[in-house]
């Protein structure tokens, strides 16, 4: 049987987590906030850039402080990735997240101006001080990966990878074979076929369930990260880890 959870560093993780990049600061998407982890999310996922800062902010607004086993990541370095500005963004998502340590911080992309090395080095001062408890990249080939764990240990690596979208299937596989958590980000983007369809009529299953049940198969360290504002939509994201794909069902997905 398909594992239900993983291990992120020390915690124990269902594998099915939250994206919120389009998470803005209102009373409805606290509450949503709040009822999300009281259905079992235990990995919520943001980003310096998202919602201008407002995903951060309502994150901290919401959840602060965070209880044992919950997990959230942010992101930096999206626009440049200079070591100053990587400080200075981390510094802020602390201030946005209302915490003092962040569970998981990516570099969110390379930069093409700066060394992946001395960008993770700004990072690794963090995680020194306990201030980043683990290091995640982004946006990365096998390469760019291992360059990466010559200078922080890697925990996880974030990229776009869906039944729709198979570039990075070397990234997944090294991912998995190396122990590193594989977070696939935008995993239901332009989903949809008849073989996917007539599976999910099989199980008595939504599409999206059965697209992301694929990705738990794919490998034994994926945690897609499916992105929702609708409690409905969460409650059938997270029903995904319920579904077993038979060896027919994957074969015909490919």
């Known amino acids: 049987m398909r594992a239900r959870t993983l291990r992120l560093g020390s915690v124990e993780l269902p594998r099915i987590g939250l994206g919120t990049n389009r998470l803005t600061n209102t009373p409805e998407n606290i509450a949503f906030l709040r009822a999300a982890v009281e259905h079992g999310v235990r990995m919520i996922d943001t980003?310096?850039?998202?919602?201008?800062?407002?995903?951060?902010?309502?994150?901290?607004?919401a959840l602060a402080p965070f209880p044992d086993g919950l997990l959230v990541a942010t992101k930096g370095?999206?626009?440049?990735?200079?070591p100053d500005v990587l400080r200075a963004e981390i510094e802020e998502s602390l201030r946005r997240l209302r915490t003092d340590a962040i569970g998981l911080y990516y570099l969110h992309r390379v930069d093409s101006d700066t060394p992946i090395e001395e960008s993770l080095a700004a990072i690794g001062e963090y995680h020194e001080r306990?201030?980043?408890?683990?290091?995640?990249?982004?946006?990365?080939?096998?390469?760019?990966?291992?360059?990466?764990?010559?200078?922080?240990?890697?925990?996880?690596?974030?990229n776009h990878f869906s039944l729709s979208e198979r570039g990075h299937d070397e990234v997944v596989d090294y991912c998995a074979e190396q122990g590193i958590v594989f977070v696939p980000y935008f995993p239901l983007r332009a989903v949809d076929g008849p073989a996917l369809r007539e599976i999910a009529e099989r199980h008595e299953a939504t599409t999206s369930q059965i697209a992301l049940a694929w990705l738990l198969a794919r490998a034994r360290t994926t945690l897609p990260i499916p992105g929702t504002l609708s409690l409905e939509h969460l409650r059938e994201n997270v029903g995904a880890l319920e579904?077993?794909?038979?060896d027919d069902d994957l074969q015909t997905l490919g």
């Not at 980003?47 to 607004?61: C, K, N, P, V």
């Not at 370095?77 to 200079?82: E, L, P, T």
Request: aromatic share 2%; no cysteine; hydrophobic share 45%.
């Open 130 to 158: 306990d201030v980043v408890r683990l290091i995640g990249v982004s946006n990365v080939t096998v390469d760019q990966i291992e360059r990466a764990r010559q200078v922080v240990p890697v925990a996880a690596v974030q």
């Open 243 to 246: 579904i077993e794909l038979s």
């Open 47 to 61: 980003a310096h850039l998202y919602a201008g800062g407002d995903s951060e902010r309502t994150i901290g607004a």
């Open 77 to 82: 370095g999206h626009g440049s990735a200079k």
